[in-house]
């Protein structure tokens, strides 16, 4: 359950945020002048989406072929332009 909540009324109940957050696994996003800017989630689900984001990675690094493109100068890396 995905709720969206303004960040003046998410600060004056973020008592009862956490709550729900805790005991009923809600989902908040925080908007402010109607835009997301923030999102409240259960510790243990943001953990579990971390993990499967870095397998998801990792896997397509390993898929990836290795490329040999030789050293860079210190001016070329930091070169602007």
């Known amino acids: 359950m995905e709720e969206s909540i303004s960040a003046a009324d998410a600060n004056r109940n973020f008592s009862q945020l956490l709550r729900g957050v805790r005991e009923e696994h809600a989902t908040y996003v925080v908007t402010s002048h109607g835009k997301p800017v923030a999102k409240i989630v259960p510790f243990a689900a943001t953990q579990e989406t971390s993990e ?27 070169e602007r332009g």
């Open 52 to 78: 499967a984001a870095r397998e998801v990675l990792l896997a397509r690094l390993d898929s990836q072929p290795f490329m040999n493109i030789g050293r860079w100068s210190r001016e070329e890396l930091y």
